[in-house]
T-cell receptor, first 113, second 114 residues
Framework: QKEVEQNSGPLSVPEGAIASLNCTYS??????FFWYRQYSGKSPELIMS????GDKEDGRFTAQLNKASQYVSLLIRDSQPSDSATYLC?????????????FGPGTSLSVIP | GAVVSQHPSRVICKSGTSVKIECRSL??????MFWYRQFPKQSLMLMAT?????????EQGVEKDKFLINHASLTLSTLTVTSAHPEDSSFYIC??????????FGNGTRLTVT
């Protein structure tokens, strides 16, 4: 069964620390991976997309992808209380005639001032 | 750019009635739209994928006769919850994409069926 898994939370880090969020996926042929942030009662907002193996940095965020290990991660440097949210890993999976984007269960992050 | 508008944001209806939710891509043409449902403290569950002008593809366990999806144009998709029941109460979120871009989400519709 195709699925996306994330490290269970909640994850608590002190302000200024690095938060590390992990995600594994089962579909070996997946090519597109996304990290979204969702605040309570709101829709997800895109943080970063990654398509190639290696690291991709955008400000305080770094996504890492390892297709051989079917693993994608998100690092948040200098964590701020405003980063407290649920982080969703999303993976594009290919069906016979269409592509779909499946979300992991999410990891709740709490940044303590 | 990449703005997705979803309407209404909140709706309360009586059991047995139908509710229509609209999803519009305002500044791009959405070749694919996705409808998700999210229950409290759970992740987004994909309900169906729709491409403009063709029938939606529903995920296993989602009743296509109950959740009618129409993707009439490259900028508009609608989800109609027919004969709604209290167990259909949830947060429904649409998303849209242009070819291989990331998903852009609407603000969601909180449906409460009494």
């Amino acid at each position: 069964q195709k699925e996306v898994e994330q490290n269970s939370g909640p994850l608590s880090v002190p302000e200024g620390a690095i938060a590390s969020l992990n995600c594994t996926y089962s579909d070996r042929v997946s090519q597109s991976f996304f990290w979204y942030r969702q605040y309570s009662g709101k829709s997800p907002e895109l943080i970063m997309s990654i398509y190639s193996n290696g690291d991709k940095e955008d400000g305080r965020f770094t996504a890492q992808l390892n297709k051989a290990s079917q693993y994608v991660s998100l690092l948040i440097r200098d964590s701020q209380p405003s980063d407290s949210a649920t982080y969703l890993c999303a993976v594009e999976m290919r069906e016979t005639s269409y592509d779909k984007v499946i979300f992991g269960p999410g990891t709740s992050l709490s940044v303590i001032p | 750019g990449a703005v997705v508008s979803q309407h209404p944001s909140r709706v309360i209806c009586k059991s047995g009635t139908s509710v229509k939710i609209e999803c519009r891509s305002l500044d791009f043409q959405a070749t694919t739209m996705f409808w998700y449902r999210q229950f409290p403290k759970q992740s987004l569950m994909l309900m169906a994928t729709s491409n403009e002008g063709s029938k939606a593809t529903y995920e296993q366990g989602v009743e296509k006769d109950k959740f009618l999806i129409n993707h009439a144009s490259l900028t508009l998709s609608t989800l109609t919850v027919t004969s709604a029941h209290p167990e259909d109460s949830s947060f429904y979120i649409c998303s849209a994409r242009d070819d291989w871009s990331p998903l852009h989400f609407g603000n969601g519709t909180r449906l409460t069926v009494t």
